[in-house]
């Protein structure tokens, strides 16, 4: 095997074209528009209570409040009081009723943000309680679903656990997680003239956003403009949740015919946003003496809140990952949306993928500790090969995880990191190393194949210089960095000649979301189009002013080449010549994902196109007076294909990876059994920092081929590295063993440093 110690040079790899107005606190939010003059403000007005008949609300005292414009209700929806995008379940405002602590009911304008604010404290409310449920053990009692179970199956596990040496049995709980975008969700609205109105919003979903306003406005979708410069963070949490804010505050300036702001402050985002879906499930894992797993059921039971939203897709996808990295011959998975009394949880990076595979893990724990044997010993000898079947029947091809997984454990001698483990922990008692490996299997597209298409809006100025417009949202990750690249390649000309627009539904229409880590390559391969065609177009009106064939034509660095022969034709000079005799210097292209197919009705088809690969060895060490614990290192190989934009994807690993400890180590979200929440602050919700992490975090790129689906062969890189951040959690139940030997393995996360205490010590 090759040895992949290639260190990514930041040096080299482009810049975030981002990086400069960010570091100089100049980039453009929402909340940092330039406002016309007479523009209005508002705050929500949200359920006090978690579920209940609202038997009176006086709204007068609030509305008699100096400065305060109009208080807008449900009453005031021409259209429909409707924002669910699966399942028509979610009114944009509560009518009679409400069902999470949160939940939106009015919207109060006013001249400003707190006149609103003071005019919020002088509603009273009225509610008749009823009974709140909060876990999904307690929904599935009372029947209470947002749809029917979904099951992915292959071969027969019932008759395989009779060939079994060994089975165990377990429950596994793992926690909602806190998006926590800097940006918090906020929107602002402009009157156009004949009753358009033009929205500039922090959302993953342009469309969806225009889609909703107009439905619920009543309107035309081409009486919605939507625009979107960038996002200070969206994890998920604006691929469905960004709409709300934005249609409440399009409602107030079409009835208002003023310009209209609303942004959340973090308490009332906090509390009225859904988060990761918190999951409980149960296993059954059975083995055979030599480790293979020959059969895993699993039971997922997703809180999926008070409201459908994206919770069906997400279940899903906890399917699709349910078996992670491993081959399992006999799969029998079922999901169930548990409706409770939370807020409706919602995407987050991943999207229920670390969920179904926090499980196995859990399952593959349980067993090594059982049998007496350490995981990665099972890990290994049932990872996924060249042409195995995934339980939804697509076919593993260009397989990479026994490649990542014997690349992890060479590159960074994992049996010596292992020894090093066994050796403090024989010279120590106060203290006590864990160590993890962490395989990670990704399947990368919309599993909702009619979403998985994009489109590039491509225009050449007659200056040579370029405007790009795409469906691509940039949220931090890059993806303008990765579509001016691109195009900068196709015609070979300085990035500075080419500019990324806003996002807009006006010049590009009917957007899946910026989600399931397919933005660079939907977009991508979009541009890649629109550029190509041009650069045919350009090599035409060459070739007949160099009296040559279009194939001795080539551009290069903005000369044109004949024969490999640099010509006195510049990029600038053809791009006018063109423009003179009237060629098109615009092009708009479509892509869509070729292959992918999913049959519900059958569970089986061909859903991804392709999957994303890596293995991470985490070490950690623990306090065993205080139950605290630090990461020592954090090793990973990781499968970029040909990485495009090596320091922007290795950020995307490290912010990944932040967010997998955090979620499985320290955030942790808590609701009062009355449904209000009690992390409602940084105060009560710690979220990693740079102390959190590792002291060091190792990278290493797996040399493969690339995937020609992906753009470039440079392959998506937002959600899969978050699952490297499961090894944390089992790193750390490894080094409570080595210090309680009577310690029973338990899957609870996150492992905050109280239950950590409380293994320590527990009999
Ligand atoms: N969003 C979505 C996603 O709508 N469908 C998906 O399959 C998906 N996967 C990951 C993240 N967001
Ligand atoms: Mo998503 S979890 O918005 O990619």
């Given at each position: 095997m090759k040895k992949n110690k290639v260190d990514i040079d930041i040096k080299q790899s482009i810049k975030n074209i981002d990086a400069y107005t960010h570091v100089r606190g100049e980039s453009i939010y929402v909340d940092d528009v330039n406002v016309r003059e007479g523009t209005l403000f508002s705050v929500v007005f949200d359920s006090p209570k978690a579920h209940g008949k609202i038997k009176s609300i006086d709204?007068?005292?609030?509305?008699?409040?100096?400065?305060?414009?109009?208080?807008?209700?449900?009453?005031?929806?021409?259209?429909?009081?409707?924002?669910?995008?699966?399942?028509?379940?979610?009114?944009?405002?509560?009518?009679?009723?409400?069902?999470?602590?949160?939940?939106?009911?009015?919207?109060?304008v006013a001249e400003s943000e707190f006149i609103a604010r003071q005019a919020r404290r002088l509603i009273t409310i009225e509610i008749e309680e009823l009974a709140v449920i909060t876990t999904c053990k307690e929904a599935k009692e009372k029947d209470n679903f947002i749809n029917a179970p979904r099951s992915f199956n292959l071969g027969n596990t019932e008759k395989a656990f009779g060939d079994c040496d060994y089975i165990f049995e377990g429950e596994t709980f793992s926690n909602g997680q806190e998006h926590l975008y800097l940006e918090t969700q906020g929107a602002y609205t402009e009157p156009l003239e004949n009753g358009n109105i033009k929205i500039t919003t922090s959302t993953q979903g342009p469309t969806q956003v225009q889609k909703t306003v107009a439905k619920v406005l009543g309107l035309a979708m081409h009486k919605i403009e939507v625009?979107?410069?960038?996002?200070?963070?969206?994890?998920?949490?604006?691929?469905?949740?960004?709409?709300?804010?934005?249609?409440?505050?399009?409602?107030?300036?079409f009835h208002l015919?003023?310009?209209?702001?609303?942004?959340?402050n973090r308490h009332d985002d906090l509390r009225m946003t859904g988060k990761r879906h918190p999951y409980e499930s149960t296993y059954k894992i059975g083995l055979s003496k030599d480790l293979k797993i020959l059969a895993y059921e699993a039971e997922f039971l997703q809180n999926s809140g008070a409201a459908c939203d994206l919770s069906p897709a997400i279940a899903e996808r906890t399917l699709f990952h349910a078996t992670n990295s491993?081959?399992?011959?006999?799969?029998?998975?079922?999901?169930?949306?548990?409706?409770?009394?939370?807020?409706?949880?919602?995407?987050?990076?991943?999207?229920?993928?670390?969920?179904?595979?926090?499980?196995?893990?859990?399952?593959?724990?349980?067993?090594?500790?059982?049998?007496?044997?350490?995981?990665?010993?099972?890990?290994?000898?049932?990872?996924?090969k060249e042409n195995d079947e995934f339980s939804y029947g697509q076919t593993a091809t260009q397989v990479e995880a026994g490649n990542s997984w014997y690349s992890a454990k060479s590159s960074f001698n994992f049996d010596s990191l292992k020894q090093d483990v066994k050796d403090f922990n024989n010279s120590t008692s106060a203290f006590k190393k864990g160590i993890a490996l962490m395989p990670i299997t990704f399947g990368i597209s919309f599993t909702n194949t009619p979403m998985n298409h994009a489109r590039a809006l491509v225009h050449i100025y007659q200056d040579g210089s370029v405007g790009i417009s795409t469906a691509a949202v940039e949220m931090g990750q890059g993806v303008n960095t990765k579509m001016l690249q691109v195009?900068?390649?196709?015609?070979?000309?300085?990035?500075?000649?080419?500019?990324?627009?806003?996002?807009?539904?006006?010049?590009?229409?009917?957007?899946?979301?910026?989600?399931?880590?397919?933005?660079?390559?939907?977009?991508?391969?979009?541009?890649?189009?629109?550029?190509?065609?041009?650069?045919?177009?350009?090599?035409?009106?060459?070739?007949?002013?160099?009296?040559?064939?279009?194939?001795?034509?080539?551009?290069?660095?903005?000369?044109?080449?004949?024969?490999?022969?640099q010509t006195n034709l510049t990029w600038t000079e053809l791009i006018t010549i063109t423009m003179l005799k009237r060629i098109a210097l615009t092009e708009n292209a479509h892509y869509v994902t070729p292959i992918i197919q999913f049959d519900k009705t059958k569970e089986k088809g061909h859903p991804f196109a392709y999957h994303v690969y890596g293995t991470a060895i985490i070490t950690t060490t623990v306090d065993c007076t205080r139950g605290t614990y630090s990461f020592d290192s954090i090793k990973i190989v990781h499968d970029y294909g040909k990485s495009m934009s090596k320091g922007i994807d290795l950020g995307q690993v490290e912010g990944a990876l932040a967010q997998g400890i955090g979620w499985m180590t320290m955030e942790e979200i808590a609701y009062g059994k009355d449904g209000?929440?009690?992390?409602?602050?940084?105060?009560?919700?710690?979220?990693?920092?740079?102390?959190?992490?590792?002291?060091?975090?190792?990278?290493?790129?797996?040399?493969?081929?690339?995937?020609?689906?992906?753009?470039?062969?440079s392959k998506a890189v937002g959600e899969p590295p978050l699952m490297y951040g499961i090894g944390a959690y089992f790193a750390i139940q490894n080094a409570i063993k080595a210090f309680n030997p009577n310690y029973n393995f338990k899957f609870h996360a996150p492992m905050t440093p109280e239950k950590v205490l409380m293994s320590l010590y527990e009999k």
């Open positions: 709204y007068s005292k609030a509305e008699k409040l100096q400065g305060v414009e109009r208080i807008f209700t449900y009453k005031d929806i021409l259209g429909e009081n409707q924002i669910g995008g699966i399942l028509p379940d979610e009114p944009l405002f509560a009518e009679n009723e409400v069902h999470f602590w949160g939940q939106p009911i009015a919207l109060i625009d979107v410069t960038r996002l200070g963070g969206g994890f998920g949490g604006k691929e469905d949740q960004a709409t709300p804010w934005a249609v409440m505050a399009a409602l107030a300036t015919n003023q310009s209209v702001k609303l942004i959340l491993y081959f399992v011959k006999n799969v029998k998975t079922t999901v169930l949306s548990c409706k409770t009394n939370l807020p409706p949880n919602t995407a987050f990076r991943g999207f229920g993928g670390p969920q179904g595979m926090f499980v196995i893990e859990s399952a593959i724990a349980k067993a090594a500790n059982e049998i007496g044997v350490s995981a990665s010993e099972i890990q290994e000898v049932n990872l996924l195009a900068a390649q196709v015609f070979s000309i300085d990035n500075s000649k080419v500019k990324i627009e806003t996002t807009n539904t006006t010049r590009v229409a009917n957007t899946s979301p910026s989600a399931a880590s397919s933005t660079a390559d939907l977009n991508g391969k979009a541009v890649l189009k629109a550029c190509n065609a041009l650069l045919e177009r350009l090599k035409d009106v060459a070739s007949k002013e160099l009296n040559t064939n279009k194939k001795q034509i080539k551009i290069k660095d903005e000369i044109v080449y004949m024969n490999n022969e209000k929440l009690l992390s409602n602050a940084l105060s009560t919700y710690k979220v990693p920092d740079l102390f959190s992490i590792a002291k060091t975090i190792d990278v290493v790129p797996l040399e493969t081929e690339g995937n020609d689906m992906a753009i470039l062969k």
